[in-house]
């Protein structure tokens, strides 16, 4: 079984550009989280998707948005990029059919997305 | 919302020693426990979890305990190995969609 894939695992861009992310969950998982990892910081949550919609959103700017395809995969856009936004960013899949916890519902990760502003 | 706090930030121990890490947590209602191990390169990976109705869980050389009348839990490695070298991260959470993750602690084990 495939597990999360993020693409592209690399970039650099500069100031002031924006910036595209994607996550295609494992198959058969509905629920797409992000999160913002830096060494300050540690894990930072985003916003997290089920069926197309946004269920949660953590302490981001607006800048940073994200949406849910009918497939599940999942995009991240960071606007107006600045120096603090460089950062690995990583997506996590859940079969999620509520919110609730349970044996089978967990958080797996992708290998994340490494951004560097310049 | 929910604030969890990890100590320490780094361990190092020598090669069959114990490694302790522990968590505490903000939010009573937390009853999700994971705990997540990155390697170099890697996105973090779910290694054990415990959920508010257990006090104990043990896999192997890996367990996890949970005191939450005093809102902590624990990660108890034994028999430490080189491969055991990475970050560790524990989380609390009461719902998949806001799961949060403490700072993490840097593991060495000195072969």
């Known amino acids: 079984k495939a597990g999360v894939t993020q693409t592209p695992r690399y970039l650099i861009k500069t100031r002031g550009q924006q910036v595209t992310l994607s996550c295609s969950p494992i198959s058969g998982h509905r629920s797409v989280s992000w999160y913002q990892q830096t060494p300050g910081q540690g894990l930072q949550f985003l916003f997290e998707?089920?069926?197309?919609?946004?269920?949660n959103k953590g302490n981001f700017p607006g800048r940073f948005s994200g949406r849910q395809f009918s497939n599940s995969r999942s995009e991240m856009n960071v606007s107006t990029l600045e120096l603090g936004d460089s950062a690995l960013y990583l997506c996590?899949?859940?079969?999620?059919?509520?919110?609730?916890?349970?044996?089978?519902?967990?958080?797996?990760f992708g290998a994340g997305s490494r951004l560097t502003v310049l | 919302g929910e604030n969890v706090e990890q100590h320490p930030s780094t361990l190092s121990v020598q090669e069959g020693d114990s490694a302790v890490i522990k968590c505490t947590y903000s939010d009573s209602a937390s009853n999700y426990f994971p705990w997540y191990k990155q390697e170099l390169g890697k996105g973090p990976q779910l290694i054990i979890d415990i959920r508010s109705n257990v006090g104990e869980k043990k896999d192997q050389r890996i367990a996890v305990t949970l005191n939450k009348t005093a809102k902590h839990f624990s990660l108890h490695i034994t028999e430490t190995q080189p491969e055991d070298s990475a970050v560790y991260f524990c989380a609390a959470s009461i719902s998949i969609n806001d799961m949060r993750f403490g700072a993490g602690t840097r593991l060495t084990v000195k072969p």
């Open positions: 998707y089920f069926s197309e919609t946004q269920r």
């Open positions: 996590a899949s859940s079969l999620a059919a509520g919110v609730g916890l349970s044996g089978a519902n967990v958080l797996t």
